[in-house]
């Protein structure tokens, strides 16, 4: 059985308090193209809000997630992904 490869992009935006908040995942079909738009979602607008930080990563399987790039403000923590 072959094993897939999903390529995700979270947004991320500041609530009224000043955390970072994770927008709904957008899919991506190559390394790339997640890399992309991850950058390309910093200081856009996204349902109302400025999107100040993105993550696009892969996973492959049941394996753990791995970064691809990140891009402005992420939260803490993303490190263990790697």
Known sequence: MSRVTHYIIFPFVRDSQG?????????AYSNMMARFR???FVGIRLDSETVVGAVAFMRTGNDRPMILAKYGETPEGLEGMD
Not at 19 to 27: D, F, M, S, W
């Open 19 to 27: 955390n970072l908040i994770a927008g709904k995942g957008q899919r």
């Open 38 to 40: 991850a950058a390309f």
